[in-house]
């Protein structure tokens, strides 16, 4: 009932973003090559932008309260109930005009694979918050909006300046739902990509190559959390999706203007903008294409409004108010404000620290050319200059796998092609190898086969080691996706006791932040506690970087740290175990500390009065 319960939310949010999106669809130029499925996830796609855009107007007057939330949500889903009869009129059209193919064998085998990874992604986001960033600001921003209806600038977050579109879904999940519904919102953002990933590569490939595609992303994507990496990822490939269509409507200059086509693009990468600074890189990569077929004022005011409108606020209020419009990562160019110089340095030796290869399936991306359908398609060729350039730019900057998610529904489209070329070359060693055989004479003589016989039968031989590579591959997959939902299985907590002993098992310092969130009557400080804010008091002070980081507090004395602290309205510091003896070495701590309350290896101290 849990399940069901939270995807029935799901569900119901799903309908008003198609309704909103389908509505807006109806007002452009049908897209050159149709498909009733990538027209509806990118309806779906849009749907998700237009809340977010509602949702911040609505903020931004303070008026962003869960009655309004709710009178969106039902508008949406009255408006996809209007459009529905004409849309499934319109899919049965599209649907007679296409012949379908029967299955290959490889191809049954790859559609069972993607069922297989599809099934632990299914469960995750059923288990409670537990990851670091959506502990640390990604849930403590939206749980912010959510109790006050309006845009804040919070400085106790590590980031309280950056661009915050998609945690705008999520503080909605707030009002309306439980925090587990926000991984839903972050999971409807895979899943929207999946399927445009599978149905482009059914447009402009063939099913073998959706199929693993669609499994390449879909198993590398995280759907247990609330970070915004798939959401970027998903209006980063719908930009691309508008953008083709854009480009395919213009090579024949109809008369319906397909240059709203290039409006949605844009629109889609400011929604990404407005998520993630990370999603500024694509800006040089599509500029030039899209001036080198359209030069026109009109266009490129188009271009500008539709970009600058879900993200110029965000950018436009951190200009106004410090200077510095992609605070705190242009400090450099443009002045630091609560960062200080060490902060950044800081930062970007954390981010140096992570830098690591990305998944290993996406690495067939490099044989893609290689391919017949690199030199049959143009769009597969447009993604494949879209993947070397996100490679190159990730490379140049952070190396760090994360700031690579955006590009990866397009990179495992493209490197499912590369595997393909792969396995193709292996098969062919296979048979290479098979056919050099020596043949051992045999006993009466036998008649020599014919060419074309021995041919068949190295054939043959090659296309049964195929079939037992393939089928040992399915079978370790559907071990590994038994684990994984095991896992996943494991993590889901219904009743109150069992989010409990989850969370106690996985986030460190849950217990004592508990406590606090339920006693705490004035301000409380934490140490080296980032990943477990969220389920402490609202707000709570204390971070590595920013204008509450520990080394400002951290040195001083126990009786000079009492008295700042004091000074500032807090009455508690609360530390893990591993930090304590740091603070209990100085010889005046215990005058000015007393233990409060300690449990699994976290402890909360209460500030004594201080002598000044």
């Known amino acids: 009932m849990f399940a069901a319960a939270q995807y029935a939310a799901l569900a119901v949010f799903v309908m008003g973003c198609w309704g909103y999106g389908r509505a807006l669809l109806g007002r452009l130029a049908p897209p050159p090559r149709r498909d009733a ?14 809340f977010i855009c509602a949702f911040q107007a609505l903020a931004i007057f303070g008026a962003f309260k869960a009655g309004a939330t709710a009178v969106l949500v039902a508008v949406g889903v009255l408006a996809a109930a209007v459009q529905l009869p004409g849309w499934l009129r319109e899919r049965r059209a599209l649907l007679a005009n296409v012949q379908a193919l029967p299955w290959s064998y490889p191809e049954r085998v790859a559609a069972i694979a993607l069922a297989l990874v599809a099934l632990p992604a299914l469960v995750a986001p059923l288990a409670p918050p537990i990851a670091f960033d959506e502990l640390m600001y990604h849930l403590p921003y939206a749980r912010q909006v959510a109790e006050h209806g309006s845009l804040g600038i919070h400085d106790w977050l590590r980031y309280p300046w950056f661009p915050y579109n998609y945690n705008l879904l999520y503080a909605a999940a707030l009002q309306l739902g439980d925090d587990v519904l926000p991984h839903f919102l972050n999971g409807l953002a895979g899943a929207l990509s999946v399927v445009m990933i599978y149905r482009l590569g059914m447009l402009h490939a063939n099913r073998l190559t959706a199929c693993i595609g669609a499994a390449i992303w879909l198993g590398l994507g995280d759907y247990s959390n609330a970070l915004i990496d798939m959401g970027v990822a998903l209006f980063v490939l719908s930009a691309c999706v508008a953008l083709w269509w854009w480009r395919e409507s213009e090579v024949g200059k109809p008369a319906h203007g397909g240059i709203r086509w290039l409006g949605v693009a ?21 500029a030039p294409f899209v001036f080198r077929h359209e030069r026109s004022l009109k266009a490129w005011a188009l271009v500008f409004a539709c970009f600058l409108l879900p993200c110029v606020y965000w950018y436009a209020r951190n200009a106004i108010m410090t200077g510095d419009p992609f605070n705190p990562i242009g400090a450099r160019v443009f002045g630091f404000t609560e960062w200080t110089p060490a902060d950044y340095v800081q930062q970007v030796a954390d981010v140096r620290v992570h830098a690591e290869l990305p998944n290993a399936l996406l690495w067939s991306v490099f044989f893609a050319p290689f391919s017949v359908l690199w030199k049959r398609s143009a769009a597969v060729r447009a993604a494949g200059w879209f993947c070397l350039y996100s490679v190159v730019v990730w490379v140049v900057t952070s190396r760090y796998p994360r ?21 193709g070359w292996a098969m062919s060693g296979v048979r290479r190898l098979f056919g050099s055989k020596p043949q051992e004479p045999q006993k009466p003589p036998q008649p020599q086969p014919q060419p074309q016989d021995a041919g068949a039968a190295v054939a043959r031989s090659g296309a049964r080691v195929g079939d037992w590579v393939l089928v040992l591959l399915l079978a370790a997959m559907a071990a590994v996706s038994v684990r994984q939902t095991a896992v996943k299985v494991s993590m889901v907590a219904v009743t109150p006791e069992a989010r409990e002993a989850v969370l106690r098992k996985h986030v460190p310092g849950y217990a004592v932040m508990d406590y606090l969130r339920r006693t705490a009557k004035g301000r409380v400080y934490q140490i080296a506690l980032n ?24 040195r001083l004395s126990g009786g000079d740290l009492a008295r700042k602290l004091s000074g500032l309205g807090f009455v508690a510091i609360v530390l893990p175990d591993s930090v304590v003896p740091v603070f209990t070495a100085r010889i005046d701590f215990d005058k000015y500390f007393a233990v409060e309350y300690e449990k699994d290896g976290s402890r909360v101290y209460r500030i004594l009065p201080a002598a000044p």
């Not at 700031?403 to 393909?420: D, N, R, V």
């Not at 990943?531 to 520990?550: K, S």
């Open 37 to 50: 499925g990538l027209e509806a996830a990118m309806a779906v796609a849009l749907g998700v932008g237009l």
């Open 266 to 286: 844009a629109f889609c990468l400011g929604l990404a903008a407005g998520s993630k600074y990370q999603a500024l890189v694509f800006l040089p990569l599509v």
């Open 403 to 423: 700031y690579l998610t955006a590009s990866f529904p397009l990179l495992a489209a493209i490197a499912a092609i590369g595997w393909q070329v792969v396995f």
């Open 531 to 554: 990943e477990a804010i969220y389920y402490g008091p609202n707000p709570i002070w204390g971070d590595t970087l920013g204008p509450w980081r520990y080394t400002d507090f951290g």
